[in-house]
């Protein structure tokens, strides 16, 4: 049995793992021979697998840095000092013809059956809607292939850059297309249906919303694409597959966090839809401990402004609290929506397996807030020794998903905030969100922040977005495509801030009997064991909010920022490739 679940291990790994060119090493591309590499089911099977390294993975999943996360140095795209490179990676093309060589293959094309066929065919599809998204995140406009490009098709190397409206109603068809064909059973490993309907449901927001918020780029559509998304996140709702976990029997006890703590996601597989494999006896590991217990690591911690973000336990707005924002580290997160507590060290958080209570360490995190979610047994706080799943594609963001789509297009009933928002509401016990009493009365703190939203969904807007935020910080860079596709680009720009302290002195952050900071004036003191923190560092004069990158400019240029500059190696390879906006010739 044991070498059995070996073997089931090492295949899953040959899936969804860091690296997979066992097929390529087997036929490299410039001899594949189809006459012996399409002749069975295992051949279609084995050349797809290595699709599956197109996929985020590590860092690329929890290591977002946005005005979510705030890191000890920021990435140039919110310092505002990207440079128009060389070469990037992100314009690669190599995935997609490895892609395109199987659509076009005739032994795939003439394989005797069907289904399975259109299966591969499906999947093949799948991951060219996915890699064409990546592109159209970063450059907008990019050259459509559909067919193997050879070193001598000189006209289709020198393609100008088609419509963004092009590419994106090719990638519409490329999912429907997976979404009829992809087998329908549930599988943590393998794309399926469901795995399709949910990018679906993920890039037709991005896209409808983008167009929406966007007119400066004139792409029509808007609403056929936010009708995709709400149709493709119900049929996936209404198939009943999947659901909100919300056992309380984890390693913490705490469903919300529990989605991230359990070591495998086969204990969440009613919620988690796709997960990339890790499994430290087979060497598959990450990375997400170390970076979060650190001290040289990035030392992440939620910004001021998300925390201020999470609503009372009762459903009321924090930022309506008198006082609010000179409120002291215990006393903010007091009656506060239970995934705050789920997501950072708050009094009285202990780690798995272990029974000592933990404080707020200023040592690992630069706000204070720090961040506690895919944490497991401390085992694997070292450098590259995290070896838990990490989730890839969730229900849950296929409900904000849902929720959004519909807000946007101003269809959204209470039913279907019942069926979404509510239901992620639910598991940690807040209060559900009424559509009547968020239009009626806009959160203040939210449309300072959200300055684009003007229609008469604009309370319910806000507060999918509060949601939105809550829910699926520290995945997938989530944030930075909100912001890029809500036009909210300037919030980056923005001073990054920390916990708030009233002046020098010695505080006990979680309150039991212990210093944990100390700020001071003048020569720092000798050490005390508590974090030492010059007043410099703080906002104020004399009082303030932490600043972890006091003195790092911060700029968003609205008229190029949104997109990334295309390399000046593939401008020069191919005149008829235009820049964008903003970034030079």
Known sequence: MKNKNTILLLLAALIISSCNDSFLERYPTDELSPQTVFSSENDLKTYTNSYYSLFQEGSEIYGES????????????????????????????????????????????????????????????FFRAFFYFEKVRYYGDVPWYNQVIESNDDELLQKARDPRSLVMDSVLTDLNFAIAHLD???????????????????????????????PEFN????????????EAAQELI????????????????????????????????????????????????????????????????????LVN???????????DVAGYDTLQFFDEIQNRDPRLSQTIVTPGYTRINSSQPVSPNFENTTTGYQPIKYLNDPSMDLSSQSA?????????????????????????????LDLSINQLRDRVGMPHLALADANANPDPYLENMYQNVSSTNKGVILEIRRERRIELVMELNFRWDDLMRWKEGHLVALPFQGMYFPGPGKYDLDRDGKIDVEIYMGEKP?????????????????????????????????EKDYFWPLPIEDLTLNPNLTQNPGWGK
């Open 526 to 558: 000798p050490s005390t064991g508590a974090f030492q923190l010059p007043l410099s560092d703080l906002s104020g004069d004399s009082k303030g909010y932490v600043l972890p990158n006091k003195g790092v400019n911060k700029v968003f240029d609205e």
């Open 219 to 230: 792409v029509a559509d808007a609403d056929k694409f936010l009708t995709e998304a709400a």
């Open 388 to 416: 838990q799943d990490l989730p890839l594609f969730r229900y849950a963001e296929v409900l904000v998903n849902f929720a959004e789509a519909k807000a946007e297009l101003g269809t959204l009933t209470q039913a279907d």
């Open 66 to 125: 946005t005005d979510n996360i705030v890191k000890s140095s920021l990435p140039r795209e919110i310092q505002g000092t990207r440079l128009v490179p060389t070469t990037d990676s992100k314009w690669g093309w190599s995935g997609l013809r490895h892609i395109n060589f199987f659509l076009t293959n005739e032994n795939v094309l003439n394989f005797p059956n069907e289904e399975v066929k259109n299966h591969y065919l499906g999947l093949s599809r």
């Open 309 to 319: 973000s999470y609503l009372m336990s009762d459903g009321s707005r924090f930022t």
């Open 238 to 305: 209404n198939s009943g597959q999947y659901s909100i976990y919300n056992k309380t029997s984890g390693p913490t006890g705490k469903p919300y966090l529990d989605v991230f703590s359990h070591l495998k996601s086969d204990d969440v597989m009613d919620e988690i839809i796709l997960t990339r494999r890790y499994d430290a006896d087979l060497g598959l590991k990450h990375n997400v401990q170390f970076y979060l217990t650190s001290r040289t690591y990035g030392k992440p911690g939620l910004e001021k402004n």
């Open 184 to 214: 329908d059973t549930k599988s943590l490993e393998r794309v399926s249906k469901w795995t399709a309907l949910a990018l679906k449901s993920r890039i037709c927001l991005y896209e409808g919303t983008f167009r929406k918020y966007h």
